[in-house]
């Protein structure tokens, strides 16, 4: 009942290829990649990276790895590289499908796609990239809503009823952000 297109504007996206019913689920997937707040605590912690937290990092805040842990763009791609280079050949080439709003393209980096599509798990810190959850675009009264199990099992279901053709939408924000004014939602999506 649905489909990756290609958006104009957006890169890649969601549309409905059926009509669905609110509340319907159009979306169960288990994560393509775990990178678990645990092994990243490991790495920042027992090497050299260490010395390059960085608590004043402009794009870090609690939401990303748990609030104790707020790392530099440059120690998030040295452990996403680590981890990436420990997967099999398969998965690897499915991590770099995903979207890089961080490198200049064509290049594309890992932490870069981490840091583009992961998904946190509020509880663990642990970050979850997905094939399919990471291709709905944003908006500020989506049309789905998403739901993730203590494995990562990301469960999708329709908001409201949708049309053949519509675009699949989520919020990237928490429900209490997508509360704020419009000017504040604009400044926390920047």
């Not at 609110?22 to 090497?47: D, M, N, Q, W």
């Amino acid at each position: 009942r649905l489909e990756v297109v290609s958006t104009p504007s957006c890169g890649y996206g969601l549309q409905a290829t059926a009509g669905i019913r609110r509340g319907a689920v159009v979306v169960r997937e288990k994560p393509l990649v775990v990178l678990t707040a645990a092994a990243f605590h490991e790495y920042i912690h027992s090497t050299e990276h260490s010395a390059e937290a960085d608590a004043n990092s402009p794009w870090c805040d609690s939401a990303w790895w748990p609030a104790p842990v707020k790392a530099s763009a440059r120690v998030v791609e040295g452990f996403a590289e680590r981890e990436f280079g420990r997967l099999p050949e398969r998965v690897q080439r499915r991590w770099m499908e995903l979207a890089d709003s961080f490198s200049m393209p064509p290049a594309k980096r890992p932490g870069n796609i981490v840091r583009s599509n992961a998904y946190t798990n509020g509880n663990s810190g642990d970050n979850y990239l997905y094939e399919t959850l990471c291709r709905p675009n944003h908006s500020c009264a989506p049309n789905l809503s998403r739901a993730f199990d203590d494995d990562g099992v990301a469960v999708v279901t329709t908001l409201r009823d949708v049309v053949k053709g519509d675009a699949l939408t989520i919020s990237y924000l928490s429900d209490d952000k997508l509360r704020k004014p419009a000017d504040e939602r604009r400044a926390l999506l920047r």
